[in-house]
Each structure stands twice: as C-alpha cells, then as structure tokens.
T-cell receptor
Framework: EDQVTQSPEALRLQEGESSSLNCSYT??????LFWYRQDPGKGPEFLFT???AGEEKEKERLKATLTKKESFLHITAPKPEDSATYLC????????????FGRGTQLTVWP | DTGVSQNPRHKITKRGQNVTFRCDPI?????LYWYRQTLGQGPEFLTY??????LEKSRLLSDRFSAERPKGSFSTLEIQRTEQGDSAMYLC???????????WGQGDFGANVLTFGAGSRLTVL
C-alpha cells in the first residue's frame, strides 16, 4: 500500500517564483517525517526531520511544516541551484532508520 | 570524516554473474542500512545492521542477496546469479546511536537521521 504520496511529480519554477511541495502520509504511530534532497547520480541528502503536528523547520530558502496528514516543503524565491528531486519519507516506529519514501518531486528552477 | 563511501560506483555485469558492493560508513555510526532505488522511485529498504548484527531484512531481499558487516565496520552486499530486474542504484546509509544530545534540531532520534552514500549503480545485461 502507498504510505507516502508526493505531489506534484514534477515542478518547473522561474527563479524567484515561490511554491510548495506536498507529502501526504497514511501511517499510524509516526515516528518522524523526513525531507531529503537528491541530485542526479547522488545519494539523498538530509534536509529536515519533523516529529509532531504543528512543527516547522527552516533552512535557507526552505521551510518544512507538518500536520497530522501531510507535510509541505515551502521554497521561497528559489534559485537554479535548488533544482533537484525532493524526497519525503516516514518512519513508522518499528525500526529506527527504516524509512518509507515517496517517489519524490523533481524540481527545476530556470533563470 | 569523508562521509559514507561506496564502491564501486558503477558495475555492469551479465545476467547470472555475481556482484559485490562495499560500503564504508561514518566511523562513529553504529547503524548501517542498505536501500535500493530504481528509476523514478524513492529508495526502498533492504536490510539494517546495528554494529555487526543484521537485525532486519526486507522481503525485497531474496535468497540471492546477502549482506554482511564483519566487526561492525564496513559492509558488503552480494547479489548472486544476477537478473535484469536487479538493475538499480544500491544505496548505503549510516546513522548514529539512538540517544544523542540534541544537535542541529534533530532531537533524540538521531538514529533516524540517515547519511547516504553516493550509491553503486548496477546494470545487468
């Protein structure tokens, strides 16, 4: 079953055009929701972890938020170097580090 | 610390051959994970070690797959009698012990914060 669904699959933004990526999840006993960035040919790079509804985390132009059913990754005034695939993952609590990933959102920011 | 290192980065093999991948985790991390990623998909969990003990294996890990982590340091993932469906990126990740002081906003579940290697891409012809 799909436990993590990300939308949209692909997003093209002009530089400076803010937007949000969505991650919806259907797991009980959430023990953390994670955002990773992945560049082509590389492994995922950790961005944020969120543990409870209402929690927010920020890093440069990125801000992650969490509700009881979904998480958003807000990108403010993106730059071309923000182009990457953004992956959302959850830990259900059975095993720390066993993450269930979504398929990702491929973000392209053009100048 | 150079992060998580994986070798080889690319491997092309013929169907039926055996292949082995190596992962060197971050030295102070006691947990090591193997994931598999196919094109257009997110990574999928394969197996997990805490120190030298293999504690969990996914149903994706068929009997042709074997992973080891001797002495709790580096790990190897071997695939025997490769099939075309094994073509994928094999990712290794490591994480620190469960209870760590709050650092960078990560909280107490440091074990959930995985540092991935660059991956080993397997192509089976």
């Amino acid at each position: 079953e799909d436990q993590v669904t990300q939308s949209p699959e692909a997003l093209r933004l002009q530089e400076g055009e803010s937007s949000s990526l969505n991650c919806s999840y259907t797991v009980s006993g959430l023990r953390g929701l994670f955002w990773y960035r992945q560049d082509p040919g590389k492994g995922p790079e950790f961005l944020f972890t969120l543990y409870s509804a209402g929690e927010e985390k920020e890093k440069e132009r990125l801000k992650a938020t969490l509700t009881k059913k979904e998480s958003f990754l807000h990108i403010t005034a993106p730059k071309p170097e923000d182009s990457a695939t953004y992956l959302c993952a959850v830990n259900r609590g059975s095993t720390l580090g066993r993450l269930y990933f979504g398929r990702g959102t491929q973000l392209t920011v053009w100048p | 610390d150079t992060g998580v290192s994986q070798n080889p980065r690319h491997k092309i093999t013929k169907r039926g051959q055996n292949v082995t991948f190596r992962c060197d985790p971050i030295s102070e991390h006691n947990r090591l994970y193997w994931y598999r990623q196919t094109l257009g998909q997110g990574p999928e969990f394969l197996t997990y070690f805490q120190n030298e003990a293999q504690l969990e294996k996914s149903r994706l890990l068929s009997d042709r797959f074997s992973a080891e982590r001797p002495k709790g340091s580096f790990s190897t993932l071997e695939i025997q009698r490769t099939e075309q469906g094994d073509s994928a990126m094999y990712l290794c990740a490591s994480s620190p012990p469960t209870l760590i002081p709050r650092k960078w906003g990560q909280g107490d579940f440091g074990a959930n914060v995985l540092t991935f290697g660059a991956g080993s891409r397997l192509t089976v012809l």
